[in-house]
């Protein structure tokens, strides 16, 4: 039973890794028609700073990561009062142990694998990860859990293409219904790095914790596209790397914004505790 569970945990902390790695902070807020005289870089910095005033947001996020190949999910988080969000998502070359469910509510996440996950936990079907332990230090922005864990909001990384030297205009594009105006560029690691110091200190710390996801990816360069719509929202965003372990070529669009967002715990009953597992193993 112990050897199953480290089996369970291992596969299902996959998907925990994943939904780490691209729920980043900021989102897409209101403003106001684009100049015809305005640069693509200054269009791309005014929907970056739009960012800042969202508080929920409902996303579809598709594409490949290194590790888990392709994958689709779609998800909805708020960042206050508390930071709550849920996830379903399913890793397409996985087969059956590819999909699962992730909710991140009251400073524990839980991922839960359904029938498959049950048949090796005893008729459990959900994991605990009490992450209350982290302390103030390990908390990130609004009293999120830190760096490498399910607390990130998907528009940081829209952000990100600020630091690029070489933003262009492409095109208008018609995206979900929405017309929009797209943007690319190509920004390095280290250019984006560099870019924050002009920005005040909860805007860099946030964009910090996501550039070092993608440090530890061995990531060093990304190719990035940009959707903004007429009111300098970010509908949409692509960004596409050559990673230690492979391509990573994600989009991620924005479905809603600022609507609620309730997410509650799965049941006790159907929860097995990491911590209380580990004692077992160790025991």
């Not at 050897?3 to 780490?20: C, D, K, P």
């Not at 897409?28 to 791309?44: R, Y």
């Not at 250019?191 to 860099?204: I, M, P």
Request: glycine letters at 10%; proline letters at 4%.
């Amino acid at each position: 039973m112990v050897s199953s569970i480290r089996a369970s945990v291992r596969r299902r902390s996959t998907g925990a890794g994943l939904a780490a790695l691209f729920l980043a902070a900021g989102a897409v807020s209101c403003g106001t028609e684009q100049s015809p005289s305005m640069t693509p870089a200054a269009a791309v910095a005014k929907a970056a700073k739009n960012t800042e005033d969202i508080t929920s947001f409902r996303y579809r996020m598709t594409g490949r990561t290194p590790e888990e190949g392709r994958i689709k999910a779609e998800a909805s988080m708020r960042t206050k009062p508390t930071v709550a969000m849920t996830m379903k998502m399913t890793a397409l070359d996985q087969g059956e142990d590819g999909t699962a469910e992730i909710r991140l509510v009251d400073k524990a996440m839980y991922i839960g694998g359904g029938a498959a996950a049950a048949e090796e936990m005893d008729g459990k079907s959900w994991i605990k990860f009490d992450m209350s332990a982290l302390g103030e230090e390990g908390l990130g922005a609004e009293g999120a859990p830190g760096p490498g864990q399910a607390d990130q909001n998907p528009a940081t990384e829209s952000t990100f293409l600020t630091g690029a030297k070489d933003v262009k205009k492409v095109g208008t594009e018609t995206v979900d219904g929405v017309e929009t105006t797209r943007y690319s560029g190509v920004v390095t690691l280290a250019d984006l790095e560099a870019s924050l110091k002009d920005e005040d200190k909860a805007t860099r710390e946030r964009r910090q914790k996501s550039v070092e996801q993608y440090e530890k990816l061995g990531v060093d360069k990304l190719t990035m596209d940009m959707w903004v719509d007429g009111d300098d929202h970010t509908k949409q965003f692509r960004m596409r790397g050559d990673a230690d372990k492979g391509p990573l070529d994600m989009t991620i669009t924005f479905l809603d914004l600022n609507k609620p967002v309730t997410v509650t715990a799965p049941p006790a009953k159907d929860t097995m505790d990491l911590a209380e597992m580990m004692q077992e193993a160790q025991s």
